[in-house]
């Protein structure tokens, strides 16, 4: 899998300044900064396909589970230890290459490969902002349901947040990924509070992936993000007859 583009915006956000740092972060780019996610070009094959997907993506939960941080770890690499309260949402920005090697016994391997570019929407988890949020489930494609591991009344509030997503999206719960990522997993083993176990049940419940992760380490975010575009895609082309 490889994994490149770029990010705009982040933190507390009017359209303007979004504008503004999508174009900061493109020439940041183009400087060379490097992507902590490139990796190395598939080997050629003996034909390829590729196709491109996009989709937006809403990160969602409590304020202070770290959605910022994740969206940051994943869209640009880097981690903060300042909470910058997110107001409304922060749209960032990162494209996922997904290579599937189809016919791989046959001598015509075809490498078909799937980019997903995701238009991620980083929302404010406080309780005042939470009627702005709702414009933000609109034809989402998927939705990252976050707590904080050594937080139980983030936890608690999963299940707002799953009933907030599955009653105003304008998809079918069919045709929308859920995901569920308990952050702050870098924490000490004893200030965890939320087992793994105990996620489990809920995500098997709600169909959900299931991530832990640590935007302050990179641990499982850059996975999670992976098996959300495997899920977009598998999606799209159940929607398509292709599957
Ligand atoms: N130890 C640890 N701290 C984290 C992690 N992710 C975020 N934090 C810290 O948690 C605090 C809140 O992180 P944010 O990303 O701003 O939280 P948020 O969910 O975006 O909060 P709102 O914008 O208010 O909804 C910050 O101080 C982060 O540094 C993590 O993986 N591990
Ligand atoms: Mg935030």
Redesign the pocket.
Known sequence: MESGGGCCGGGKKSKQTNNQNQMGLRTQNNLGITDPFARSRPQKSNSSQSSVIEAKVVLL??????????AQRFCRGI????????IGGAYLQQTITLNNNTNAQSQQAVQESSQVKMHIW?????EKFRSMVSLYYKDAAAAII?YDVSDEKSFNSVFYWINEMLNNNNNDSDNFVMALCG?????DAALKKISFQNASDVAKKHNMILAE?????GEGVQQMFKKIAEKIVLLKKMENGQQ
């Open positions: 939960g409590d304020s202070g589970v770290g959605k910022s941080s994740i981690f903060s230890d300042t909470h910058d309260v997110t980083d929302t404010g988890g406080s976050c952050n702050k997993a870098d924490l992760c640590s935007a302050k380490t």
